[in-house]
């Protein structure tokens, strides 16, 4: 019997999850809708080899826009070349993959007014049964029930330079730019020998986002590195949440029997924002599942993102000094005393699989904060204050 799935929002996550599904179960009829004209956005996510499994890895690899054998990290106290590869995939070229795999199952300028577990309804008042309902429409602009948030915030501008820019491979983190308004860096991905993408990125108290100054930002930061801007190639911004403080049982009510996928679930790194390996996993694991009924994913994925969010305590702990133990120019201090651990911590940081030695070696050392006031931080309680919110919606990297 043809069982029917209908995926709401074109994100990554239900983009990932409508390829697995066409891969492995060929029994199941999907449909991906889509509010906007094309999926995904106007963004860039972004990966380390191994922040997925060997088996994830394989068909998440051929997805990749870009590859790099290596990355680079810059804080004003130390500079640092990490050995590992490192990928990346545009908005651009997941619809391509999509709509080449999926076809006339995907519906874009589509959006759903209504959803329930066993079908949702378009406007206009179409309506579409289905067996299976996934919401992966994302936070939107409101600061969710359960959940403290701050933000990281980006504007990136992709670049073709009059010369080759002579990189070898990303920079994830230059922070040696002007730290005055909190922890910012730059980030840069050299897609080719003369195509940059370079983002001005903030962690910020609010989601603001200033667009006018950061692109100012991107155009004194190509100049500083002596690169003569030809033409501008594309822009994208992003408000990622940052978390602090977390209760899924206001997050995601049991009473909301609709399955979510994405950041709507809560599923991405509560530090870095990264989404890829959280996104893949979920879309490996939910074909294999034998009753791909509602009533049946929608607690099997609640009880992954219990998992998850008990898994990543020790991230929030250390947003909690980011954010509220430590000075705003100052807030470098706590990443670039990340930076002096182990290779293998660190790829194992953004995976989100610490192990209790590593949570210990992370949190150890000189504190990069006064220890009176990281102290106040360390229980969630001391966080419990009103979200702020988010002034757009929250794409993710």
């Given at each position: 019997?043809?069982?029917s799935?209908?995926?709401?929002?074109?994100?990554?996550?239900?983009?990932?999850?409508?390829?697995?599904?066409?891969?492995?179960?060929?029994?199941?009829?999907?449909?991906?809708?889509?509010?906007?004209?094309?999926l995904?956005?106007?963004?860039?996510?972004?990966?380390?080899?191994?922040?997925?499994?060997?088996?994830?890895?394989?068909?998440?690899?051929?997805?990749?826009s870009?590859?790099?054998?290596?990355?680079?990290?810059?804080?004003?106290?130390?500079?640092?070349?990490?050995?590992?590869?490192?990928?990346?995939?545009?908005?651009?070229?997941?619809?391509?993959?999509?709509?080449?795999?999926?076809?006339?199952?995907?519906?874009?300028d589509?959006?759903?007014?209504?959803?329930?577990?066993?079908?949702?309804?378009?406007?206009?008042?179409?309506?579409?049964?289905?067996?299976?309902?996934?919401?992966?429409?994302?936070?939107?602009?409101?600061?969710?029930?359960?959940?403290?948030?701050?933000?990281?915030?980006?504007?990136?501008?992709?670049?073709r330079?009059?010369?080759?820019?002579?990189?070898?491979?990303?920079?994830?983190m230059?922070?040696?730019?002007?730290?005055?308004?909190?922890?910012?860096?730059?980030?840069?991905?050299?897609?080719?020998?003369?195509?940059?993408?370079?983002?001005?990125?903030?962690?910020?108290?609010?989601?603001?986002?200033?667009?006018?100054?950061?692109?100012?930002?991107?155009?004194?930061?190509?100049?500083?590195?002596?690169?003569?801007?030809?033409?501008?190639?594309?822009?994208?911004?992003?408000?990622?949440?940052?978390?602090?403080?977390?209760?899924?049982?206001?997050?995601?009510?049991?009473?909301?029997?609709?399955?979510?996928?994405?950041l709507?679930?809560g599923?991405?790194h509560?530090?870095?924002?990264?989404?890829?390996?959280?996104?893949?996993?979920?879309?490996?694991?939910?074909?294999?599942?034998?009753?791909?009924?509602?009533?049946?994913?929608?607690?099997?994925?609640?009880?992954?993102?219990?998992?998850?969010?008990?898994?990543?305590?020790?991230?929030?702990?250390?947003?909690?000094?980011?954010?509220?133990?430590?000075?705003?120019?100052?807030r470098?201090?706590?990443?670039?005393?990340?930076?002096?651990?182990?290779?293998?911590?660190?790829?194992?940081?953004?995976?989100?699989?610490?192990?209790?030695?590593?949570?210990?070696?992370?949190?150890?050392?000189?504190?990069?904060?006064?220890?009176?006031?990281?102290?106040?931080?360390?229980?969630?309680?001391?966080?419990?204050?009103?979200?702020?919110?988010?002034?757009?919606?929250?794409?993710?990297?």
């Amino acid at each position: 019997m043809t069982r029917s799935v209908v995926l709401v929002g074109g994100g990554l996550a239900n983009c990932l999850l409508g390829l697995r599904l066409r891969a492995l179960r060929p029994d199941v009829s999907v449909t991906l809708l889509e509010s906007a004209s094309c999926l995904g956005g106007k963004h860039t996510w972004s990966w380390h080899g191994t922040d997925v499994t060997p088996a994830v890895g394989a068909w998440l690899l051929p997805l990749a826009s870009y590859s790099w054998p290596h990355h680079d990290v810059r804080f004003p106290g130390r500079s640092r070349r990490l050995p590992g590869s490192y990928h990346s995939l545009t908005s651009e070229h997941l619809h391509e993959v999509v709509m080449r795999t999926l076809g006339d199952r995907v519906r874009l300028d589509a959006p759903v007014v209504a959803m329930a577990p066993d079908g949702v309804t378009l406007r206009g008042g179409e309506q579409l049964k289905a067996d299976l309902v996934v919401d992966g429409r994302g936070l939107g602009a409101e600061v969710p029930a359960g959940v403290t948030l701050r933000y990281q915030k980006f504007l990136g501008q992709r670049l073709r330079l009059a010369e080759p820019h002579g990189m070898t491979g990303p920079l994830l983190m230059d922070a040696t730019v002007s730290q005055e308004q909190g922890y910012r860096f730059v980030y840069v991905l050299p897609f080719t020998a003369t195509e940059v993408l370079i983002e001005d990125t903030y962690y910020s108290d609010t989601g603001t986002l200033e667009a006018t100054v950061l692109r100012q930002h991107v155009a004194g930061y190509a100049a500083d590195r002596g690169w003569q801007v030809q033409a501008l190639l594309g822009e994208e911004t992003g408000v990622l949440p940052i978390v602090l403080d977390a209760t899924l049982a206001r997050f995601w009510p049991v009473a909301d029997e609709v399955p979510r996928s994405g950041l709507r679930a809560g599923l991405f790194h509560h530090t870095t924002g990264y989404s890829v390996p959280e996104a893949a996993g979920l879309a490996a694991e939910l074909p294999r599942l034998t009753d791909l009924h509602s009533q049946a994913v929608a607690p099997w994925i609640r009880r992954r993102v219990a998992r998850r969010w008990r898994e990543q305590r020790v991230f929030r702990l250390l947003n909690r000094m980011l954010f509220l133990a430590a000075a705003p120019a100052e807030r470098y201090r706590i990443l670039q005393h990340f930076y002096r651990l182990p290779e293998s911590v660190i790829n194992r940081f953004y995976a989100g699989a610490l192990t209790a030695m590593d949570i210990s070696r992370v949190l150890s050392g000189t504190p990069p904060v006064p220890v009176h006031r990281a102290l106040r931080y360390v229980l969630p309680s001391s966080s419990r204050s009103p979200g702020i919110a988010a002034t757009q919606k929250a794409p993710v990297r």
